[in-house]
């Protein structure tokens, strides 16, 4: 099975599901399965790469960003300037945590601090697994959120061969 990747990724659940299909489809199988990138390859698509048996890219594609995070922006201060209030009708404790209209709480941050850093071990465990040629050291001190191009990637392992074309990996 040939993968052809060129996104930026996105959710990290997504991006599992996806791995975790995959894995499944190929032991089901009993196939290889190898990765052309042919572009961009970066964070939850990176993590798709985890289980394939050879990831290939051109030379220009982009590689990495090995990394989780929520993004959270927050209007509260210029909703209170213009006079706007929101209100929410709700049941549970903290479903508006980190709600872009309310005013942010720092144990709402710290709280969802902790499921990133869960996410970000998770993605780094099955880097390390997927690619056994680095470790857990090399992929968070070394690499850490960084995109490499295909040729510096190849070169630090995170990726079998650049130069490489679609044709050329079938």
Do not use: W
Not at 19 to 38: E, G, M, Q, S
Not at 50 to 62: E, G
Request: aromatic share 10%; proline share 3%; glycine share 8%.
């Amino acid at each position: 099975l040939l993968l052809r990747i060129n996104t930026p990724g996105g959710v990290s659940t997504d991006g599992h599901s996806m791995y975790r299909d995959l894995k499944d489809f190929k032991k089901k199988l009993n196939i290889p399965v190898f990765a052309f990138v042919d572009g961009l390859c970066t964070s939850a698509a990176f993590y798709l790469t985890s289980t394939c048996d050879k990831v290939y890219a051109t030379n220009l594609s982009l590689v990495g960003n090995i990394g989780a995070k929520i993004e959270n922006y927050n209007a509260y201060e210029g909703m209170q300037k213009l006079g706007i209030t929101y209100r929410s009708i709700e049941a549970g404790e903290n479903k508006s945590a980190l709600h872009p209209f309310l005013p942010s709480k720092e144990e709402d941050v710290q709280a969802f601090q902790v499921l990133v850093e869960q996410a970000y071990q998770h993605l780094v465990a099955l880097v390390v697994e997927g690619r056994p040629q680095l470790t857990k050291k090399t992929v968070v001190e070394g690499f850490g959120a960084n995109i490499f191009t295909a040729v510096e990637a190849e070169h630090l392992g995170l990726i079998d061969g650049s130069d490489a074309s679609y044709y050329g990996v079938l």
